[in-house]
Nanobody, 125 residues
């Protein structure tokens, strides 16, 4: 069982940066790949980034490649999403997630069984 709590969202202007954090409970955090997703009003949940257990492999959604960076600190049971050059279209609720099968890394939301409550990111133009 993994419990996840996101933080770090807020209201920023276009071009600014934000760093989201996701704190995980449980002694097995280091065994889980982790993902970030986002959902804007009226839209489907969108894959943002994923990172494997050792942080050697990362994946990004096309819309955030080159601007966002996912990282993790297993000693702190935390995963991070550094977001640079933010755009108004990045406005959404951002969720971190852990998969049902710990080692699976995927861009599909239905692979992830554990979700945080989300943190709002709003980018003004």
């Amino acid at each position: 069982q993994v419990q996840l709590v996101e933080s770090g969202g807020g209201l920023v202007q276009a071009g600014a940066s934000l760093r989201l954090s996701c704190a995980a409970s449980g002694r097995t955090f280091s065994s889980y790949t982790m993902g970030w997703f986002r959902q804007a009003p009226g839209k489907e949940r969108e894959f943002v980034a994923a990172i494997d257990t050792s942080a050697r492999t990362t994946y990004y959604g096309d819309s955030v490649k080159g601007r966002f960076t996912v990282s993790r600190d297993n000693a702190k049971n935390s995963v991070y999403l550094q977001m640079n050059s933010l755009k108004p279209e990045d406005t959404a609720v951002y969720y971190c997630a852990a998969p049902r099968t710990p080692y699976i890394i995927s861009n599909r939301a239905n692979v992830y069984n554990y979700w945080g409550q989300g943190t709002q990111v709003t980018v003004s133009s």
